[in-house]
Structures are given as C-alpha cells and as structure tokens.
C-alpha cells in the first residue's frame, strides 16, 4: 500500500513501521492482534485530532498504519468511529437488523393473534354442536 501525500507518493510502509507507528509489541514471527491494533489505532487517532491541537499528518500516518496492519482480516474487524463512510455503513447495518427483528415479532404477534381468532372460531363451531 502506497500512501499518498498530496500528489507526492512516498514508499509503502513496511509492518514493522505500521507496528511501531501504533506502538504494538510483537514478536517477528508472530501475527498481529486485530483488536490491539483498533484499540491502539482508536486511541492514538483521538489524541492527534487537530481539533485538540494534534496533527494531520500523525493522524494520517497512525491511520495508513492500521490500513496496512488490517488489510489481513476481514472488513468488519476494521470498523472504528474514525473510518469514514464505515460507521455510517455499520449504524445502517444496525438499524435494517431493528427493522428486521421489528417486522419479526410484528409477524409473531399477528400470527398470534390469528391464532387466537382461530380458536374463538373453533370455540363457537363446537358450542353450536
């Protein structure tokens, strides 16, 4: 993976700079955590907003990092507030669940209800016997 600042591309970062970029100990030979890198990527991330007097460029190196780190796992591992267009697409995710778990017991409770008119119905035909 490149990165690319303004229109000047530089060399692709290597693991061992992504590693040492979000401060992560691990050994050479073993594979990187998930979890550590988002938890570090989260922390270091909010520390260098420019808004709290951080830098851009730290920001983008932090976050070139965790690209470079993650590209391994899937997709839904690197969800993080920071991630454009991915939090979005993961509160999306959440609400068409709702929405589904919602029509799901609204079909539980008309069924029950049907049911229910049902039984009535059967109540009468016996009754008239």
């Known amino acids: 993976m490149k ?7 530089t060399k692709p970062m ?8 979000l ?7 073993e594979s990187v955590d998930h979890e550590k890198v988002m938890e570090r990527f989260e922390v270091l991330f909010e ?4 808004e709290k007097g951080g830098s851009f460029y730290v920001q983008s190196k932090i ?18 507030k920071f991630n454009p267009g991915q939090a979005g697409a993961a509160a ?5 669940k709702e929405e589904e778990a919602k029509k799901e017991e609204e079909q539980k409770d008309a069924d029950k209800k049907e049911n229910e008119e049902t039984k009535e119905e059967e ?3 016996d009754g008239k016997k």
């Open 92 to 96: 999306e995710a959440d609400e068409a």
């Open 14 to 21: 290597t693991r061992d700079e992504a590693i040492d970029i």
């Open 23 to 29: 401060a992560i100990e691990v050994a050479e030979d």
């Open 47 to 50: 520390k260098n907003l420019p």
């Open 123 to 125: 109540k009468k035909e």
């Open 3 to 9: 990165e690319q600042m303004g229109g000047m591309i």
């Open 63 to 80: 976050y070139f990092a965790k690209q470079h780190l993650m590209q391994d796992f899937p997709a839904e591992y690197d969800i993080s």
